[in-house]
């Protein structure tokens, strides 16, 4: 069945630190993929998305690529900041109607 | 503002009591839909709404009932709970024309079934 894979967390990184959360995904055909944050007390707010292959997402600094032959989808940033501390999620989706979420990546930003 | 509101934000209760999660959005969104978020597992799509009347399983629709009567609204009723449903609870809209697949998600809310 279709599924979303994420790298476990928590991720601790120094401020201005690169930042990479992989994702990757099993789908039957080829779905739109995105990058939802959440912050803490917080509900998700979406990040990035795209919705083919070779399409790259990118909002606020962050970074995404749809990678088919990779099957990934992995989110960047060149350097984070201690307000971007927060739980990202990588979600698929078909047809918009039904999504899979994968188990969220914490990430921890020390000054 | 825009916004998707959900009550109550806590509820602590005991197995067996009904109890109804509603949900409000003022985006005169078609799509409705929960989710519930567990440590490990992140958001699992319980079930989900395309429009008025109309309803639909997502992955976890065991053990929860919704019903969507207008369009603003999208209750969770929970008809017996059991203590494997105490989780973080999250409901989303969207828009249905122009549609990007952005969801717009509500604050959670976080029940406890002693």
């Known amino acids: 069945g279709d599924s979303v894979t994420q790298m476990e967390g928590p991720v601790t990184l120094s401020e201005e630190a690169f930042l990479t959360i992989n994702c990757t995904y099993t789908a039957t055909g080829y779905p739109s993929l995105f990058w939802y944050v959440q912050y803490p007390g917080e509900g998700l707010q979406l990040l990035l998305k795209a919705t083919k292959a070779d399409d790259k997402g990118s909002n606020k600094g962050f970074e995404a690529t749809y990678r088919k032959e990779t099957t990934s989808f992995h989110l960047e940033k060149g350097s984070v900041q201690v307000s971007d501390s927060a739980v990202y999620f990588c979600a698929l989706t078909y047809n918009f109607n039904k999504f899979y979420f994968g188990s969220g990546t914490k990430l921890n930003v020390k000054p | 503002e825009a916004q998707v509101t959900q009550n109550p934000r806590y509820l602590i209760t005991v197995t067996g009591k009904k109890l109804t999660v509603t949900c409000s959005q003022n985006?005169?969104?078609?799509?409705m839909s929960w989710y519930r978020q567990d440590p490990g597992l992140g958001l699992r799509q319980i079930y989900y709404s395309m429009n008025v009347e109309v309803t639909d399983k997502g992955d976890v629709p065991e053990g929860y009932k919704v019903s969507r009567k207008e369009k603003r609204n999208f209750p969770l009723i929970l008809e017996s709970p059991s203590p494997n449903q105490t989780s973080l609870y999250f409901c989303a809209s969207r828009r249905e024309r122009g549609n990007t697949g952005e969801l717009f998600f509500g604050e959670g809310s976080r029940l406890t079934v002693l």
């Open positions: 985006m005169n969104h078609e799509y």
